[in-house]
């Protein structure tokens, strides 16, 4: 019983990682067609929780430090 479980579990987590690449990948893909200012701005945020959820921290704070010079610059433009 406790096999399976255990086999249970890795493939739900296996899933959920899946499907949180997926969503950084198409967050990364947004940002890259995205021109406006505050569109950028909601889609970093986006990113960089979805970094969070997918437990790659490093790559949480490298978007959330391009988020604030893109912030700084939107301000002082």
Known sequence: MKIIM???IILVDAAYVKVQQSKVDSLK???????SGNASIE??????WAYRDAKRMDSCVLSLNVLSQLTKQIITA
């Not at 893909?29 to 021109?35: E, G, Q, R």
């Not at 889609?43 to 960089?48: A, E, V, W």
């Open 29 to 35: 893909k947004l940002i890259t067609k995205t021109d």
């Open 6 to 8: 255990s086999v249970l």
């Open 43 to 48: 889609l970093y945020i986006n990113l960089g």
